[in-house]
């Protein structure tokens, strides 16, 4: 195709465009902050290219090109501003589902990680997109970040590349429900505090900003640090998958505060049960998460969803999920247990493979019916 042919259109000029994701609502550029953040569209045309701007200092992004619903291209994008073919020689007349998503997590340890969008080159026309029957909000840590859903099992390195947007649970579960959806994921992050007990990285405390748990100069100017939108997206399910992290915390070492050396300890009894007021704050801490959730999102069905990596905290996420109820009398909210991850289902880096992924995806699917159905 003679290049001459094809027309460069920013985003701002183009009228039907769909966002997946948390973002600013600039389109000048687009920032994609999220993983399973995208941009989606439907376009005829033989040949199409978006010009792509990328940044990083240790975690690269990555990016993976949906056509009609079916994953067809994954590559690692590196630093600059520079085009990237969608897909090139198809039939013109025809009309095609695009969706560029990003593939990995934001990254809380890369001030300079990034993934925009800012404009597509092709020879077609843009059509509307649908939305879908239903919108999910999903909130998580590594699994929900699709970390280790891709790659071969003996992977071990923490690099970027063994993230998956697309062949995790959230992707599949969406699909399956005919949703639109987003993600709010962290490697590591839990409700009160992380794996290794750091008490400022918990989810609860970033959620109302665009993507807060980000860090820098840049991503402050990109409007990351900004009050979330909530009116602009009404999820009708927030799943919540965070419990995993803070019952590592309490068999990792403490963490300490350098700046004022201050520690934070999850403690075990000596008979390896947990510590009552440990356990205690941790359940305080997602009854004030659930009702946050509430605030934000009136309508929705909330739905704790925990395993895969295993259930020791499952019985102080059910005692939470009561104490609220109790609290606040708000029935719309319930805990499915996910099935765990075998030696058959684990992918790279210990974690869930994509088969673990699809087993949770069809126990969540499930689930969601029939709070849909009751």
């Not at 000048?28 to 993983?35: N, V």
């Not at 993600?183 to 993507?211: F, H, K, M």
């Not at 939470?320 to 247990?337: F, N, P, W």
């Amino acid at each position: 195709m003679n290049d001459n042919n094809l027309q460069v259109r920013a985003l701002t000029d183009i009228d039907h465009l769909k966002v997946h994701g948390r973002t600013t609502g600039r389109l000048s550029p687009l920032t994609l902050f999220w993983t399973g953040s995208a941009l989606e569209l439907n376009v005829t045309g033989s040949e199409l290219w978006v010009e792509v701007e990328a940044d990083y200092k240790t975690y690269e992004p990555w990016m993976t090109i949906v056509i009609n619903s079916v994953p067809v291209s994954r590559l690692m994008l590196t630093a600059g501003r520079y085009w990237v073919c969608l897909f090139r020689g198809m039939g013109g007349d025809t009309v095609k589902n695009v969706r560029i998503v990003r593939d990995v997590q934001a990254m809380s340890g890369d001030s300079r990680c990034s993934m925009k969008l800012h404009a597509l080159k092709g020879d077609g026309a843009f059509l509307p997109v649908a939305d879908k029957a239903c919108k999910i909000e999903f909130i998580g840590d590594s699994i929900t970040s699709g970390e280790g859903a891709i790659g071969a099992k003996p992977e071990a390195d923490w690099i970027s590349m063994w993230f998956s947007a697309t062949r995790n649970y959230t992707a599949m579960t969406a699909e399956a429900l005919d949703a639109d959806y987003r993600v709010i994921s962290q490697s590591g992050w839990g409700v009160l505090t992380s794996w290794d007990n750091n008490p400022r990285a918990n989810i609860p405390d970033y959620y109302e900003q665009v993507c807060g748990l980000l860090t820098g100069e840049k991503n402050e100017a990109l409007g990351a640090f900004e009050p979330n939108d909530f009116d602009s997206w009404q999820p009708d399910f927030v799943v919540v998958n965070l419990g995993t992290n803070d019952g590592g915390a309490f068999h990792s070492p403490e963490w300490k505060d350098e700046a004022n050396q201050t520690t934070h300890k999850q403690r075990l009894n000596e008979d390896g049960t947990y510590n009552e007021e440990d356990i205690g704050a941790f359940e305080e801490a997602a009854v004030n998460f659930l009702v946050k959730l509430r605030r934000h999102n009136q309508r929705a069905h909330m739905v704790w969803a925990y395993g895969m990596l295993g259930t020791p905290m499952m019985q102080a996420i059910r005692r939470a999920v009561a104490a609220y109820l109790e609290q606040t009398g708000d029935t719309k909210v319930s805990v499915v247990e996910l099935p765990n991850m075998t030696e058959e289902t684990a992918g790279a880096r210990a974690h869930p493979g994509v088969i673990a992924h699809e087993q949770a995806a069809r126990t969540l699917t499930e689930a969601i019916r029939r709070i849909t159905t009751s």
